[in-house]
């Protein structure tokens, strides 16, 4: 099992800046992929970022109405991703999700955590 707790969300004006991070624990080793994914009113849930666990790769991908403005990292050694999110938009207001996929392909979702965006 892998437990993902959410925090970092907020209201934020448009234009404005926050960091989501997204920690795991129990079997973390089992962890080869991660990811924000988020889910505004009356819409289906939708990919934000991904990157992998594996340091050697460090590969990482984004939708295409974040590019340029998220940056998702992570801190093994925390066992931490992060969502960077500068330039805010109000199309950007939802309850966004931290997952993670283990080697035999079951995802694992966090309780998510709301953001904002609006003047």
């Known amino acids: 099992q892998v437990q993902l707790v959410e925090s970092g969300g907020g209201l934020v004006q448009p234009g404005g800046s926050l960091r989501l991070s997204c920690a795991a624990s129990?079997?973390?080793?089992?962890?080869?992929?991660m990811g924000w994914y988020r889910q505004a009113p009356g819409k289906e849930r939708e990919l934000v970022a991904r990157i992998t666990t594996d340091e050697s790769t460090n590969y990482a991908n984004y939708a295409d109405s974040v590019k340029g403005r998220f940056t998702i990292s992570r801190d093994n050694a925390k066992n931490t991703v992060y969502l960077q999110m500068n330039s805010l938009k109000s199309e950007d207001t939802a309850v966004y999700y931290c997952s993670a996929d283990n080697y035999y392909g079951r995802a694992y979702w966090g309780q998510g955590t709301q953001v904002t965006v609006s003047s």
């Open positions: 129990g079997s973390i080793f089992s962890i080869t992929l």
